[in-house]
């Protein structure tokens, strides 16, 4: 049995994917995606170019073109239907990206098995209406995302697997701490899982960058660990 395994922390600015392809049980291959958000915002004009890091391949997406969200107002003034259609044509354009590495991934490896795991999210009990408004839209981006993998992999005969443990569970997993912070995250990554072989150039200066990048290879070894002991 050959399983490709993708660990996904969805973001609309940064998400980070962890593919590895797992044969008899042995991690034969492991690739990093990181997927940024342009907004076309540059002052000089010129493409936008995010930060390079050996072994890590970065994507960008824009937002689509087709549909503005301003186009699918009845009503300009009314704010709030203004920022919903503006989040769901953002998971759109996300959304696409992210599919458009997951096929690449499996016409490349062509395994017998996908399985995916992605973050659950819990509702915000407090922040007010902005931190609702960023976890309804990452449901939303989820939802997408499973949708397109369920459709895809139901149209190549591709067995599926999904799984979408809390953080908390994760962190749990990865550091034996489910209260982890983002700089011990990484501390583990790189102490514990020999992250400096995986991504050579990386630092603890580099936490804000790679974060989504080492909570989506947490991510990888949850649903790894997972498979093993259904066995």
Same mark, same amino acid.
């Given at each position: 049995?050959?399983?490709?395994?993708?660990?996904?922390?969805?973001?609309?600015?940064?998400?980070?994917?962890?593919?590895?392809?797992?044969?008899?049980?042995?991690?034969?291959?492991?690739?990093?995606?990181?997927?940024?958000?342009?907004?076309?915002?540059?002052?000089?004009?010129?493409?936008?170019?995010?930060?390079?890091?050996?072994?890590?391949?970065?994507?960008?997406?824009?937002?689509?073109?087709?549909?503005?969200?301003?186009?699918?107002?009845?009503?300009?003034?009314?704010?709030?239907?203004?920022?919903?259609?503006?989040?769901?044509?953002?998971?759109?354009?996300?959304?696409?990206?992210?599919?458009?590495?997951?096929?690449?991934?499996?016409?490349?490896?062509?395994?017998?098995?996908?399985?995916?795991?992605?973050?659950?999210?819990?509702?915000?009990?407090?922040?007010?209406?902005?931190?609702?408004?960023?976890?309804?839209?990452?449901?939303?981006?989820?939802?997408?995302?499973?949708?397109?993998?369920?459709?895809?992999?139901?149209?190549?005969?591709?067995?599926?697997?999904?799984?979408?443990?809390?953080?908390?569970?994760?962190?749990?997993?990865?550091? #034996? $701490?489910? *209260?982890?912070?983002? &700089?011990?995250?990484?501390?583990?990554?790189? +102490?514990? @899982?020999?992250?400096? =072989?995986? %991504?050579?150039?990386?630092?603890? #200066? $580099?936490? *804000?960058?790679?974060? &989504?990048?080492?909570?989506?290879?947490?991510? +990888?070894? @949850?649903?790894?660990? =997972?498979? %093993?002991?259904?066995?």
């Amino acid at each position: 049995m050959k399983s490709l395994i993708i660990g996904i922390d969805l973001s609309f600015n940064s998400t980070g994917m962890t593919n590895s392809l797992v044969e008899n049980d042995i991690a034969s291959m492991m690739e990093f995606h990181k997927i940024v958000f342009d907004d076309e915002s540059n002052i000089s004009g010129k493409p936008y170019t995010p930060k390079s890091i050996p072994n890590l391949n970065v994507h960008t997406y824009t937002l689509t073109r087709t549909f503005k969200p301003l186009d699918l107002c009845i009503d300009d003034t009314d704010l709030n239907n203004f920022e919903q259609l503006k989040t769901t044509l953002r998971a759109m354009s996300c959304s696409n990206k992210i599919c458009q590495v997951i096929v690449s991934s499996v016409e490349k490896f062509k395994p017998d098995q996908l399985v995916v795991c992605i973050e659950n999210y819990i509702m915000p009990s407090f922040g007010g209406q902005n931190s609702l408004k960023t976890v309804s839209g990452l449901i939303i981006l989820q939802g997408f995302v499973r949708e397109f993998i369920i459709k895809y992999c139901s149209k190549i005969s591709l067995t599926v697997k999904m799984l979408t443990p809390s953080p908390t569970s994760v962190k749990l997993f990865f550091c #034996k $701490d489910g *209260q982890a912070e983002k &700089d011990f995250m990484l501390y583990t990554f790189i +102490n514990e @899982y020999d992250g400096k =072989k995986l %991504l050579p150039s990386i630092d603890y #200066k $580099d936490t *804000q960058y790679i974060n &989504d990048v080492v909570d989506s290879f947490a991510l +990888n070894w @949850y649903a790894y660990s =997972k498979m %093993l002991k259904t066995k």
